[in-house]
T-cell receptor
Framework: DADVTQTPRNRITKTGKRIMLECSQT?????MYWYRQDPGLGLRLIYY???????NKGEISDGYSVSRQAQAKFSLSLESAIPNQTALYFC????????????FGSGTRLTVV | AQKVTQAQTEISVVEKEDVTLDCVYE???????LFWYKQPPSGELVFLIR??????QNEISGRYSWNFQKSTSSFNFTITASQVVDSAVYFC????????????????FGQGTILTVHP
């Protein structure tokens, strides 16, 4: 099984619908992140959480919300999806120790029509 | 705030050519880590290298090599004798770790460079 699992892998939804992207990890890492990838813009940080009680906005949080249900689970919600939220979404984890890397999920490709 | 700039949006080469992907970064953090990731057409992110700010030694791994120059805030990536399987999007990224710094532990990506290697 993958260390960081994202579900669903692909999703097509309609404008105005609420949708949740889920991320679970078996790394035992405290820190979790949601990134969005758009062509030519790289990956941009949406939200991050350094522990279960700590949630922080990233650079592009408008239109998104998150929930850290447990150390291993970090969900991203689009309350009312719009077409410009069509993108590839990545969840990532890292340890608190500075000398560790980041582990990424396989990504969720979301299309809003 | 931290920033990563990859000057080349797209690069096209013929197989066996050497190719260098440029990466320039900005950060106020005194300790930081630099990364390169590869994203093949399948979409997943493949980790290639992590380098900390105190280690300026260049690194070679097979056909891949990295040149870290703190004086010019650059962390360039060279593929020697490129192959078709090297075709992918490559991302440079930075994570700063100064105590109390606003970028603590967050990974900032460059825009990515699309590399196409033709047979």
């Amino acid at each position: 099984d993958a260390d960081v699992t994202q579900t669903p892998r692909n999703r097509i939804t309609k404008t105005g619908k609420r949708i949740m992207l889920e991320c679970s990890q078996t790394k035992g890492h405290d820190r979790m992140y949601w990134y969005r990838q758009d062509p030519g813009l790289g990956l941009r940080l949406i939200y991050y959480s350094f522990d279960v009680k700590d949630i922080n906005k990233g650079e592009i949080s408008d239109g998104y919300s998150v929930s850290r249900q447990a150390q291993a689970k970090f969900s991203l919600s689009l309350e009312s999806a719009i077409p410009n939220q069509t993108a590839l979404y990545f969840c990532a984890t890292s340890e608190g120790d500075r000398d560790r890397g980041y582990t990424f999920g396989s990504g969720t490709r979301l299309t809003v029509v | 705030a931290q920033k990563v700039t990859q000057a080349q949006t797209e690069i096209s080469v013929v197989e066996k050519e050497d190719v260098t992907l440029d990466c320039v970064y900005e950060t106020r953090d005194t300790t930081y880590y630099l990364f390169w990731y590869k994203q093949p057409p399948s979409g997943e992110l493949v980790f290639l290298i992590r380098r900390n700010s105190f280690d300026e030694q260049n690194e070679i791994s097979g056909r891949y090599s990295w040149n870290f120059q703190k004086s010019t805030s650059s962390f360039n990536f060279t593929i020697t004798a490129s192959q078709v399987v090297d075709s992918a999007v490559y991302f440079c990224a930075l994570s700063g770790f100064s105590a109390g710094g606003t970028s603590y532990g967050k990974l900032t990506f460059g825009q990515g460079t699309i590399l196409t290697v033709h047979p």
